[in-house]
């Protein structure tokens, strides 16, 4: 059975740091693409990072120089470092695997992903 878990979300003010964690099991994706992805109240689900099977990634423009993803692949793990929070990044979270995709781009559309976790709130403060 493959499982995507993430974990790593709560409650920060803004200004703060998180450090998000998706761990996978079942399969292992290390040349698949990677991806988060968030979903606030009201709000279609956007792509947030994506990274590569190599280490390329893309961000979306509102996460672009604040959030970082990153892959390890030895521990089945992906990351998305998310520093600078502001209350406009309050969503769920989620982890996204994309099978067979071998570029990183923020246009990767949910439709395209064919695994998912179960997601993990964040919240920032004003």
């Known amino acids: 059975q493959v499982q995507l878990v993430e974990s790593g979300g709560g409650l920060v003010q803004t200004g703060g740091s998180l450090r998000l964690s998706c761990t996978t099991s079942g399969r292992t994706f290390s040349r698949d693409v990677m991806a988060w992805f968030r979903q606030a109240p009201g709000k279609e689900p956007e792509s947030v990072a994506v990274i590569n099977w190599s280490g390329d990634t893309d961000y979306a423009l509102p996460v672009k120089g604040r959030f970082t993803i990153s892959r390890d692949n030895a521990k089945n793990t992906v990351y998305l470092q998310m520093n600078s929070l502001k209350p406009e990044d309050t969503a769920v979270y989620y982890c996204?695997?994309?099978?067979?995709?071998?570029?990183?781009?923020?246009?990767?559309?949910?439709?395209?992903?064919?695994?998912w976790g179960q997601g993990t709130q964040v919240t920032v403060s004003s």
């Open positions: 996204a695997a994309a099978v067979g995709m071998g570029y990183a781009s923020r246009w990767l559309l949910p439709q395209n992903c064919d695994y």
